[in-house]
């Protein structure tokens, strides 16, 4: 079971980004996925979840309006959509699979499979 | 929805930690715990307050109820020094809480 996350980089405030998580060992149209935050040196941030079918979802306060979340069950593939970056979105981002079988996105049963992450950098 | 946990804990090695997390009646909430290593991404070491995953070893545990949840890692190793963050599902504001993570340090 593995998630591999890419399209980090270094953005400029106000411009967009695109992240993506590859998914694999398991069966990925079957389980809600999350993004999770974690900025330098701080804890842990839930940003944005989907539901297995991607009927659902839902997004942190911080980033409502500006990310959205999808996915494709067929290319076994989890995507962060992130416009009108800032400072406060620099972080290391985390593609989360949700532990809960054909699960929503809410109500989770813990996240047991994270990915290493892929790190954003906003500055001018 | 506010988590509160200790900033740190300090245990000798075979001693038992005990990591509580404080929130308003979240003995009402289901609680999971990650543990994360330094340099590593998280590991769900219990969920639904106390259950836990096969790869995780029995001396990790969980309780909740009234005010506090606690992991409990008896006969603390070496190798469980790492900082740990409690995490619910905040109804009210339909999204999730993480704690702000407690560094567990092996004497």
């Known amino acids: 079971v593995q998630l591999v996350e890419s399209g980090g980089g270094l953005v400029q405030p106000g411009r967009s980004l695109r992240l993506s998580c590859a998914a694999s060992g398991f069966i990925f149209g079957d389980y809600a996925m999350h993004w999770v935050r974690q900025a330098p040196g701080k804890g842990l941030e839930w940003v944005s979840g989907?539901?297995?079918?991607?009927?659902?979802?839902g997004y942190a306060d911080s980033v409502k309006g500006r990310f959205t979340i999808s996915r494709d069950n067929a290319e076994n593939s989890l995507h962060l959509q992130m416009n009108s970056l800032t400072t406060d979105d620099m972080a290391l981002y985390f593609c989360v699979k949700d532990a809960g079988y054909i699960s929503t996105w809410f109500a989770s049963s813990g996240m047991d499979v994270w990915g290493q992450g892929t790190t954003v950098i906003v500055s001018s | 929805y506010v988590l509160t946990q200790p900033p740190s804990v300090s245990v000798a090695p075979g001693e038992s930690a005990r990591i509580p997390c404080g929130g308003n009646?979240?003995?009402?909430?289901?609680v999971h715990w990650y543990r994360q290593k330094s340099g590593q991404a998280p590991v769900l070491v219990i969920y639904?307050?106390?259950d836990r995953p096969s790869r995780i070893p029995e001396r990790f545990s969980g309780s909740n109820s009234g005010n506090t949840a606690t992991l409990t890692i008896s006969r603390v190793e070496a190798g469980d020094e790492a900082d740990y963050y409690c995490q619910v599902w905040d109804n009210t504001n339909n999204h999730y809480v993480f704690g702000a993570g407690t560094k567990v340090t092996v004497l």
């Open positions: 639904y307050d106390s």
């Open positions: 009646n979240i003995g009402d909430k289901s």
């Open positions: 989907i539901s297995w079918s991607s009927g659902s979802v």
